[in-house]
């Protein structure tokens, strides 16, 4: 057997069996596996050549197989985590991989739908500005229930109302114009902070998040 053919049917076989017993990629294995059967049934390096369309569309397949199985292992772990918005993504490559028909077509199609979903994740992150309030919603909160001196209630409400001020200017003129940037006409979704992909990036009980959602709609108001 001529030894270039044969390094090519050895590589091939070792891309084969990589994938073998993988449960993570058998998609992969089986296209991996077409490849190596189609060089198999051939005795030499212009017998292969010979094949070559064929081989070009295994090798297309081979790309769609690999995407296939990439995505799949994405979607398991973003749905398992409950992260649906970035779960988008995998979902939408998968209804779409089969459909193309060459590789800068498959390429092109990854990169447009993880574009889109990208700005989607940027919209739905939004939310999360709302614990970046927190020191300051704590802040206003001390000054209007602290217990004090009568002589100090004047002193504090008067930090509580510029501590408002100050958050529902930077709030309208700089915050919000630049979130409708992203998406036009968007306002704070605060239904979306009971959601577990934000939930679990705000460590207090149900009942102080209310409050905090209360005092929050005060403090930056759509």
């Not at 020191?135 to 008067?158: D, R």
């Amino acid at each position: 057997m001529d030894p270039i053919f044969n390094d090519y049917l050895q590589y091939y076989e070792a891309r084969m069996k990589r994938r073998q017993n993988s449960t993570d990629y058998p998609h992969s294995y089986q296209s991996e596996k077409a490849i190596y059967e189609l060089l198999a049934s051939c005795n030499s390096m212009e017998e292969m050549q010979g094949k070559a369309d064929q081989m070009k569309a295994l090798s297309l397949q081979n790309a769609i197989a690999l995407i296939k199985d990439q995505e799949l292992i994405r979607k398991k772990i973003y749905e398992d985590c409950k992260e649906y918005i970035r779960a988008r993504a995998p979902q939408s490559i998968l209804e779409q991989a089969d459909a193309c028909s060459s590789d800068l077509e498959l390429v092109e199609m990854v990169n447009r739908v993880q574009q889109k979903v990208s700005i989607e994740l940027t919209v739905d992150q939004l939310a999360d500005g709302f614990y970046g309030d927190f020191t300051a919603l704590e802040n206003i909160e001390v000054y209007q229930q602290s217990t004090i001196p009568e002589e100090w209630k004047e002193t504090c409400n008067g930090y509580a109302h510029a501590a408002m001020d100050r958050g529902k200017k930077n709030w309208l003129e700089n915050e919000l114009p630049n979130a409708r940037n992203w998406q036009p006409g968007w306002t704070m979704d605060y239904a979306l902070l009971k959601e577990d992909r934000h939930r679990r990036l705000i460590p207090v009980n149900e009942e102080e998040l209310g409050k905090k959602i209360n005092l929050h709609k005060q403090y930056k108001p759509c």
